[in-house]
């Protein structure tokens, strides 16, 4: 593990760390937020935010105004990248923004020549939160998960699959159904090939209407996101969510778009609600 | 004036704006916030935002974290590039980032080939202002300004040279004295001449020296700022302001650097600080 950086920043320290990782097979980078209280010697809560396609660690931590409120609330911030990058990973052959690199979609690939590196999957799921509990006061009984948009899928496919886990979900404009948009037709289709089952999986209706259940879910989705109809499709969740008896807020935000100044709007808000159900 | 986006963001709105400069003969971009309270049809006070070496409109609009205060305050906040730029306008020839684009000191140049374009001075004094005043809510008898190293160095004289003018002004590890340090003599040197007496005009700690006053003044500066003891030298400014009976409240903030994670983390305290005295 290499500590790329280490800023103060809102009291605490914000770090950008750099490790060989197993799962993908190449270097990953992370950002870690420690808040003030992380110097006290005891154990802290951690929120987990999975990124969106394009991104890297880097957009929310310099985009993501969620400083302020985890040095209030006590909360660790952990954002890992979207794909795996580096010499001989391979790329989308039209080096478009929504399938290869930055866009890894939180699964493992089964098809080639994706099968070997992209396997973001086990690595938000397994490797990185080892290293976060080994390395960091991370207090692992005490995790909540958010993500935007391509991490919003992440974060509540993860959740959705890992019962227990998470005290706490929430996602900023997430893909809630990946099998029936075109930016998740072709991710899934590309990395996991034409199993509806793999896909069902990795698909948060899906999931929820195969059994998979969550307390509750804060969500806000902008109602000038431009892939509000197109990729989005939040009723698609509402409905889904309503049929289960899962307990949706979702919140949809007049004027707002699928950027970070959306993100960073509700950020605080959104860690209010995790820190009462972490802290 | 062609608004460049507009971005719902904190309740307010972000905008980006390209116009054509009269001052510097090229197109300029500025970032402007308005906040929610701009649509109940008044006129709000106004901070002015100056940037430091290499940066843009962009950086503090993107990394800045004021949003959520100035819409609390209900201040709007106008970020100005830090040069002209486009074709034809002489960059430094060495390539350097502190001469030349994205750092023009806030200077009207006298030297060649800077004379025609680099005319920050008026850009920001006098031209900036009239088209805010003219296409904004914004409440010219309520300003304030503040800004970030060369930014810091730009609100200073700025204030200094137009007494009256700003309620308030706060900056965050300001240039100082320009004449005695590298960057500046470098800038000053190559902008001005060998002219001390425009020198000294752009010299906080000169102006201040030569009688120019403020009635209280909020700084600052991170401890662990790699510049703080070759660039910045706040203790002129403190020597020069108990000399002058300038309140001054010179925050030196232990283990904090030269970034936007310095800079985010005590926004809100500056904005607040500000607002008290506009508000």
Redesign the interface.
């Given at each position: 593990m290499e500590i790329v950086s280490d800023?103060?920043?809102?009291?605490g320290r914000?770090l950008v760390v750099k490790h060989a990782s197993a799962a993908t097979g190449t270097d990953m980078t992370f950002s870690i937020f420690l808040p003030p209280q992380a110097e006290g010697g005891g154990k802290l809560p951690v929120i987990w935010y999975l990124s969106g396609l394009t991104c890297t660690h880097a957009n929310v931590t310099?985009?993501g105004?969620y400083?302020?409120a985890c040095a209030e609330h006590g909360l660790i911030f952990v954002a890992p990248d979207t794909s795996p990058r580096g010499e001989g990973v391979p790329d989308d052959h039209s080096g478009s923004y929504d399938f290869g690199l930055g866009a890894g979609f939180y699964v493992d690939a089964t098809q080639e020549p994706f099968a070997k590196n992209y396997r973001m999957w086990t690595y938000v799921t397994e490797e990185l939160p080892a290293l976060v509990a080994a390395e960091f006061p991370a207090d692992m009984g005490r995790q909540g998960i958010t993500g935007h948009s391509m991490g919003g899928h992440g974060a509540l496919t993860v959740a959705l699959s890992h019962p227990g886990r998470f005290s706490s979900v929430s996602t900023f404009a997430p893909i809630v159904a990946p099998s029936q948009v075109p930016w998740g037709e072709k991710a899934l289709g590309g990395y996991l090939g034409d199993e509806p089952e793999q896909w069902r999986q990795h698909d948060s209706v899906a999931l929820i209407e195969d059994g998979a259940r969550l307390d509750e879910l804060l969500v806000d989705v902008?109602t000038?996101d431009p892939f509000l109809n197109t990729e989005l499709k939040p009723e698609l969740l509402r409905r889904a969510c309503e049929d289960a008896g899962i307990d949706l807020q979702l919140n949809l935000r007049e004027?707002?778009?699928h950027?970070?100044?959306?993100i960073?709007?509700f950020m605080?808000a959104h860690l209010a609600w995790h820190a009462e159900r972490l802290c």
């Open positions: 800023v103060r920043s809102h009291g914000q310099e985009k105004e400083r302020a902008g000038a004027g707002y778009d950027s970070y100044y959306f960073s709007t605080s």
